[in-house]
Structure formats: C-alpha cells, structure tokens
C-alpha cells in the first residue's frame, strides 16, 4: 500500500518569513495529493491540492510542487501569519476505485509574532 | 456549506463497554470515512463506505465495526473498548470518488477509555 512520509514534524518561524513542508510517497500509482490544515480544536480543512498533471499550483500565499520522478511533493507559506499557526497533513492517493487517501503524520506549525 | 457533525465532542468509558461513535453528515455524499488520531502518527483509516450498506477496512480495522444503514449516517462501533483505543476519532465524507475528492471532516470526538 502507499506510504507518506513528512517533515519536518513542527516548525518555527517568525512572521513573515516563509515556511516549507515536505512529503514523500511511495506509490508511483498515486495521482492525487492535497494538504489539509487542523487548526486547535477542529477537523482538518482541504487548504489546496494538486493532481499529478500539473507541477505546480498556487493560492494567493499558498502553494505546492510535486516531483512526480522523485516522487515528492512539498507545501510552501509565503509571508507566514499568526493564523497560519496549525498542524498541516499532506496526502496522497492513487485513480484506482475505490481507493482509500493516505496522509502524512503532521507537521506543527507555529509563527512567532 | 458541508457540514459533517460528530454526536459527542469528549467520551470517557470503561475497558469492555461497547461504544458508539456517531456521524452525520448534510450534503448527499457518496463516501464517509472514520480515522483515528494519534501524536506522531497521522491521520489513520480504520473504515471507509462507499455507498449505503457498503464497507471497507482502512488500515487500522482491527477492535472496530462500522455500519451505515442510511446514507447520511456512519457509525463507528468499538465492540469492547481497551486502553489502546483511546484516542481522537474523526469522521469525514466525500462526494464522487472516495480517494480523488475533498474530504470535509467533523470536529473530532476525544476518547477515554479507563
């Protein structure tokens, strides 16, 4: 089955400065891969995505790369705000059926103000 | 907006009870999920349903059942709880194919398990 692996596990940075998640997957099958965001207290939210048919997307501060070769993607902050503080999952699943989304094991995010 | 509720936000029950863990969700959709999370490990798939009456084991199935009798509703039921299983569960649900959609998530119930 599909194996994510992401680091780093927290991260620390001030405001402003630009912060970057990174996940690798195992399953050359899989074409789908979207980051959520949990922030205290509440379920994990889809904050954007990207399928393998496209290098890069962005979202205003938000954005991802994927490396299909080297089999890994990566979430880039830019100008990071205090409410970008949260715990972010990266994901990947194959186009097979039914077949399950398997996520990354977190990163902890916190800007300093 | 989707909203996916989750019937107790904080549980506390005794090793052997059988526990009930339930999820609704408002938009139609085909697929509901329920997860388990635990530091350092993610989000874990205990069960997925495609569809009324169907289901499938996720990765962590093991001291779980599921059923899903109606489509909007997805129960979680761990038939003799122990220590290990205590943990936060998170339902989720998607529409369209179960890997390749947005999956929207309810707020998590956190379970004791003494």
């Known amino acids: 089955g599909e194996n994510v692996e992401q680091h780093p596990s927290t991260l620390s940075v001030q405001e402003g400065d630009s912060a970057v998640i990174k996940c690798t997957y195992s399953d050359s099958a899989s074409n789908y891969f979207p980051w959520y965001k949990q922030e205290l207290g509440k379920g994990p939210q889809l904050i954007i995505d990207i399928r393998s048919n496209v290098g890069e997307k962005k979202d205003q501060r938000i954005a991802v790369t994927l490396n299909k070769t080297a089999k890994h993607f990566s979430l880039h902050i830019t100008e990071t705000q205090p409410e970008d503080s949260a715990v972010y999952f990266c994901a990947a699943s194959p186009s097979r059926g039914y077949q399950k989304v398997t996520f990354g094991t977190g990163t902890k995010l916190q800007v300093i103000p | 907006d989707v909203k996916v509720t989750q019937s107790s936000r904080y549980l506390v029950k005794r090793t052997g009870e059988k526990v009930f863990l339930e999820c609704v969700q408002d938009?139609?959709?085909?697929?509901m999920f329920w997860y388990r999370q635990d530091p350092g490990l993610g989000l874990r798939l205990i069960y997925f349903?495609?569809?009324?009456?169907?289901?499938e084991k996720g990765d962590i199935p093991e001291g779980y059942s599921v059923s899903r009798e109606k489509k909007e509703r997805f129960s979680l039921i761990l038939e003799s709880a122990s220590t290990n299983q205590t943990s936060m569960y998170l339902c989720?649900?998607?529409?369209?194919?179960?890997?390749?959609?947005?999956?929207?998530f309810g707020p998590g119930t956190r379970l004791l398990v003494l």
């Open positions: 989720a649900s998607s529409p369209g194919l179960a890997g390749q959609e947005t999956q929207y």
């Open positions: 938009m139609d959709h085909e697929n």
């Open positions: 349903s495609y569809d009324v009456k169907m289901k």
